[in-house]
């Protein structure tokens, strides 16, 4: 039999992807101290203010001038799912909605027919680091639901099913389960029109936490599932029987279940798995859409509506001095998971 692994290909700053994902980059920024504007305590200069991706000493302002993160830009045509493991993001959108979550916390936004956000990460401690680590993962949309109305649900911390199994050897792996059920363990839905809310999509979103020498095995899938198992943490993972280092992907077919081993280091594994859509991808920058000539059409949009304008005071709005979380939507419905009493929807 053949090994389900069908290739190994090395990771830069935006991991490679496959259909239905389109993107995939992991933030992780060592933040100083904060200063009084929520921004790092430290000198700015030597940074490309604007466009700051170096990463000198250890972290990057991004497009931010005083706090790092995305000021206000559009997108068009598929979803964006945000992993939050350390630290905080404030989102605001074109549609009035606001949110601040982190700590775990999970955000899918469906873009839809346009929507302009802004992703903003506020330093909250003045005496000490603010590290920052997430995923953002964008998921395509079909042809039929690019031009949808924007929606954005958040997957908080305290809901998102984890499981944890000890091997022969006693060694733990534990799992997070964002998307797509594993065991005995089903996450919130997808928003309505995703990719992922299709059952034979065959989605799945999946942190992978493995203790130094431990075992664990991916169940099968579907036959034209697709599934990449990337390392970012550690120094090797035996993949079925291919070794793959850290900073590198394993492409592998995912009808057969799947043996991982970490090898002499614990080893943290992001899982991205799906049944292909299948459709032509135009892509330009923050749209994504099936032809150019829906590209030209999304640009005339924009120009001319711009996705229904901004309705926030400044390019790079944030919500407050308390590191509390909470999401506000266009409903006027409010989540407050800080708070035991709030329900959550």
């Known amino acids: 039999m053949s090994s ?15 259909d239905p994902f389109l993107f995939c980059v992991h933030h992780v920024d ?26 000198l000493d250890g972290w ?20 964006t799912i945000t992993y939050a ?9 074109s549609l009035g909605a606001s949110a601040r979550f982190g700590r775990g916390d999970v955000q899918w936004m469906t ?3 346009g929507v302009v956000h802004s992703e903003m990460f506020p330093l909250f401690d003045v005496d000490g680091p603010n590290p920052l680590e997430l995923f953002q993962i964008w998921i395509n949309l079909p042809a039929e639901d690019k031009m949808v109305d924007p929606h954005f649900s958040m997957l908080w911390d305290r809901d998102i099913p984890r499981i944890s199994v000890t091997d022969n050897a006693n060694k733990i792996t534990k799992i997070t389960v964002i998307a797509g059920s594993l065991q005995d363990r089903t996450p ?21 936490s ?13 036959p034209e599932t697709v599934r990449a198992v990337y ?18 992907a394993a492409v592998c077919a995912a009808g057969v279940p799947l043996a991982l081993t970490a090898g002499s280091e614990p080893t943290e594994v992001l899982v991205l798995q799906g049944r292909p859509i299948g459709e032509p991808v135009a892509r330009y920058g923050p749209f994504v859409m099936n032809t150019e000539a829906e590209i030209e059409a999304t640009f005339a949009d924009y120009r001319q509506t711009q996705f229904g304008g901004w309705p926030w005071p400044k390019p790079d709005p944030t919500h407050g001095g308390e590191a509390t979380r909470f999401a506000q939507h266009s409903s006027g419905n409010v989540e407050t998971p800080d708070v035991e009493s709030s329900p959550s929807t």
């Open 60 to 79: 990057r302002m991004y497009h931010g001038s005083t706090i790092p993160g995305f000021p206000q830009h559009p997108h068009r045509g598929f979803e």
């Open 85 to 93: 493991r350390q630290g905080f993001i404030d989102h605001a959108d």
């Open 4 to 18: 389900p692994v069908a290739q190994v290909v090395d990771l830069g700053d935006q991991w490679p992807c496959i």
């Open 30 to 55: 060592q933040y100083p101290a904060a200063n009084a504007s929520m921004g790092p305590d430290a000198s700015l200069a030597g940074r490309s203010i604007g466009s700051d991706f170096e990463g």
């Open 231 to 248: 390392v970012f943490s550690g120094d090797t993972l035996q993949v079925a029987d291919t070794n793959v280092r850290n900073r590198q």
């Open 210 to 222: 493995m203790e130094a020498g431990a075992q664990y095995e991916l169940p099968a899938a579907g």
């Open 188 to 208: 919130a839905s997808p928003p309505p029109h995703s990719w992922a809310s299709r059952a034979d999509a065959d989605v799945a979103i999946w942190h992978v």
């Open 111 to 113: 873009a839809g027919s």
